[in-house]
């Protein structure tokens, strides 16, 4: 009996990220940043502070959901970079025991040989499920892949 053919794994280095939650999120920033300069030169009767406000308002909004659309996960020969919302890590693939994404879990979790779990929000199924689930799969082969390599060299 032969095994099931193997789906290819990517080649090195690709980027797992959420697109159409980033498109979304970048339409959703330049359409309310453009909306409030708009209120606040549309309106007469504001003062400069206040037109300053509205304009402001809109850039700290915006600069939230651009901070929102940052997630990615990056898988290279040497391992695997995690950037979150507001953190980085870099993991060697020996590092990366499981690649767990279950139903309801809003993004992938990365178990970790030192007992811990990292969340790796560049791989999420909020607005795109099929595609989590084929970028989960594909982070799980290269590691499994590259976490063996990295286990026989030691």
């Known amino acids: 009996m032969s095994a099931a053919p ?3 794994l990517p080649s090195l280095p690709v980027t797992f990220r959420p697109t159409r939650t980033r ?3 970048y339409t959703v920033a330049i359409a309310q940043f453009v909306a409030l300069a708009a209120i606040a030169l549309a309106l007469p009767k504001l003062s400069g502070g206040e037109r300053f406000s509205f304009v402001a308002t809109g850039m700290l909004v915006g600069a939230v ?3 929102l659309s940052r997630p990615k996960v990056v898988a290279r020969q040497e391992g695997v970079t995690v ?5 980085k890590r870099e993991l060697a693939w020996a590092q990366v025991v499981r690649v767990n994404l279950r139903l309801g879990d809003p993004w992938v979790h990365l178990d970790l040989a030192d007992g811990t779990s990292l969340p790796a929000m560049g791989i999420q199924p909020g607005i795109a499920r099929d595609q989590a689930i084929r970028d989960a799969r594909a982070l799980r082969d290269l590691t499994e892949k590259h976490g063996a390599l990295d286990h026989t060299a030691g």
């Open 6 to 8: 193997q789906p290819s």
């Open 23 to 25: 498109i979304v999120l």
């Open 83 to 87: 950037v979150n919302l507001t953190t």
């Open 65 to 67: 959901l651009l901070l």
